[in-house]
């Protein structure tokens, strides 16, 4: 699992948030695409070890944005036990820090939490250099006395792809296994920018990242910026995934009402072909800053009554597993204060929608003997 000869070119060293003396403070890296690592949120990970949210080589060809935009890494995380008092994280990403409304953090960054599934205590974020691909930075660097086995879940970045990425440890720490998930299901989000979590401040604060802690589930997102429009082909890749433990469908905010009522239907449809009993939630947009004023408020009604419509619909046909939620419910009283630029949500808006949707996921996972 070492990799000792591991030299990146362009590692800037002015940019180690800890600066270490390699002889007195040594590291010893591992690949964390290796066991005992746990590498969850890739649906194809186990085939193709790649940290990429959609197939490298689909059936059907994918929309090309659609296609860039699974190499960021939105929702992925890297599980393990250590009793390491140090720990360092090495990466070179595919791109600079270029998100003027987002914090370079949440486009860039590595979150550590520590503690197990449920009890998971945020620790540090490695913030990355404006001008840099390629950064270390120490996530915790404890006194030698408070070693013990610690449980360890880092997220990856939300707007960035991942080329290289290394953790290093002390020389003889002790790494294991992550504690398992109570199934081999998954949660599978697919949406917009605000599924992909724009504009976190950092990783572990997305809605879905945030919901992966109060669920002892794989979370698989499936956000794509601009470019979640219901395709065909996207819903045929996303079909492929195995073990799905329900599907959560929210991309009202990336097409217009005319594009909303000619994909969605034909999307559940072909997902249905190959699920016919796996719970599907649409959910509508939350509130925009500019719903406030008439003509804008009568496209986003025209969207969430169509979702609503249709899930109806389904019902009557003898659909169980479908249900609607209302997202301009999610951000309750002063919801446009929950925005960066009244849309993308901040930590905050995030927060409250994990808040609102946690009871609807809790139930819908319970009612299929998930949870």
Not at 205 to 212: A, D, G
Request: net charge negative.
């Amino acid at each position: 699992m070492e990799n000792p000869n591991y030299n990146w070119n362009n590692l800037s060293m002015e940019h180690v948030l800890n600066i270490r003396d390699e002889e007195s403070d040594p590291i010893e890296w591992h690949d964390p695409k290796e066991y005992p690592f746990q590498v969850s949120g890739f649906a194809w990970f186990k085939q193709e070890k790649l940290y990429r949210r959609m197939p490298s080589l689909p059936k059907n060809k994918l929309p090309l944005c659609v296609k860039e935009l699974a190499n960021c890494t939105s929702g992925g995380q890297i599980r393990f036990k250590t009793d390491s008092v140090k720990l360092v994280i090495k990466a070179r990403l595919s791109g600079v820090v270029d998100i003027g409304h987002m914090p370079a953090a949440g486009q860039s960054g590595f979150d550590v939490y520590i503690g197990e599934p449920g009890q998971q205590h945020f620790l540090a974020t490695a913030i990355p250099p404006i001008f840099e691909k390629t950064y270390e930075a120490t996530l915790w660097d404890f006194p030698s006395s408070s070693s013990q086995l610690r449980e360890v879940t880092i997220n990856l970045p939300l707007y960035q792809g991942i080329e290289d990425l290394l953790l290093g440890v002390e020389p003889e720490a002790i790494i294991e296994a992550p504690t398992p998930y109570i199934s081999d299901k998954r949660v599978l989000f697919y949406g917009t920018s605000i599924t992909q979590g724009s504009s976190a401040s950092r990783p572990g604060m997305s809605y879905t990242n945030i919901l992966s802690r109060r669920f002892q589930l794989e979370f698989i997102n499936l956000g794509f910026s601009g470019s979640g429009k219901g395709e065909q082909e996207v819903a045929m890749a996303i079909r492929d995934i195995e073990n799905p433990a329900c599907l959560v469908i929210d991309y009202e905010a990336n097409v217009s009402p005319e594009e909303y009522e000619t994909t969605l239907v034909s999307f559940i449809e072909i997902y249905r072909e190959y699920h016919p009993l796996i719970p599907i939630i649409v959910m509508s947009r939350i509130p925009h800053a500019m719903d406030i004023f008439p003509d804008q408020n009568l496209e986003t009604m025209r969207r969430r009554n169509h979702s609503k419509k249709v899930v109806e619909q389904f019902k009557q046909d003898g659909d169980a597993r479908i249900r609607f939620v209302d997202g301009s419910r999610l951000l309750g009283m002063r919801w446009h204060e929950g925005t960066v630029d009244g849309e993308h949500p901040n930590d905050y808006g995030f927060m409250k929608m994990a808040n609102g949707l946690e009871a609807s996921l809790w139930s819908t996972l319970k009612s299929v003997g998930v949870m």
